[in-house]
T-cell receptor, first 111, second 113 residues
Framework: SQQGEEDPQALSIQEGENATMNCSYKTSINNLQWYRQNSGRGLVHLILIRSNEREKHSGRLRVTLDTSKKSSSLLITASRAADTASYFC???????????FGKGTRLSVIA | DAGITQSPRYKITETGRQVTLMCHQTWSHSYMFWYRQDLGHGLRLIYYSAAADITDKGEVPDGYVVSRSKTENFPLTLESATRSQTSVYFCASYDSGGSDTQYFGPGTRLTVL
């Protein structure tokens, strides 16, 4: 069953605005990862945050993790049309257990 | 070419036929995975493998068979395809001793008529 649940399901913003996507999960985790999928392509890893971390940055990406609320957020700052894609959170419970993916947020950035 | 490849990229078949989707990775990653992606369901794990000759069921294994005789290959077989198996299939690999990043192939779009 799905572990992560992204919110919103779809998001449409203007170029230059910030985009925030949220992910909630059900059980304790070892780490949480965000992936991006362009239309018709495979998923590409964006960023990983471990259970003992609260915030992480990578370029225009900022990820937060709140283990007490079992939630994470992905912020994309100064969005570009090229950021248009679906974004998925995925959790790893422990060790080498398989990643479990949410259903994704579809982001549209309008130029 | 380095990376993870899938073949075929597109496949149309008929109900009841056997279909094999191929996955090949060049990194010698220990773990390999098969997911299916359907509207409204996101990615669901079908089978995974921790090493050659070791495979485990995922969330939706029924109707699928896998094997892993070599580290670099992880074929997925639909023994008797059904319409409900129409989907996009993604293979992925992961190095358990590395960065914890999972790498995905480009996907195979399968249509069962």
């Amino acid at each position: 069953s799905q572990q992560g649940e992204e919110d919103p399901q779809a998001l449409s913003i203007q170029e230059g605005e910030n985009a925030t996507m949220n992910c909630s999960y059900k059980t304790s985790i070892n780490n949480l990862q965000w992936y991006r999928q362009n239309s018709g392509r495979g998923l590409v890893h964006l960023i990983l945050i471990r259970s003992n971390e609260r915030e992480k940055h990578s370029g225009r990406l900022r990820v937060t993790l709140d283990t007490s609320k079992k939630s994470s957020s992905l912020l994309i700052t100064a969005s570009r049309a090229a950021d248009t894609a679906s974004y998925f959170c995925a959790t790893r419970n422990s060790g080498n257990t398989p990643l479990v993916f949410g259903k994704g947020t579809r982001l549209s950035v309008i130029a | 070419d380095a990376g993870i490849t899938q073949s075929p990229r597109y496949k149309i078949t008929e109900t009841g036929r056997q279909v094999t989707l191929m996955c090949h990775q060049t990194w010698s990653h220990s773990y390999m995975f098969w997911y299916r992606q359907d509207l409204g369901h996101g990615l669901r794990l079908i089978y995974y493998s921790a090493a050659a000759d070791i495979t485990d069921k995922g969330e939706v294994p029924d109707g699928y068979v896998v094997s892993r005789s070599k580290t670099e290959n992880f074929p997925l077989t639909l023994e008797s395809a059904t319409r409900s198996q129409t989907s996009v299939y993604f293979c992925a690999s992961y190095d358990s001793g590395g960065s914890d990043t999972q790498y995905f192939g480009p996907g195979t779009r399968l249509t069962v008529l």
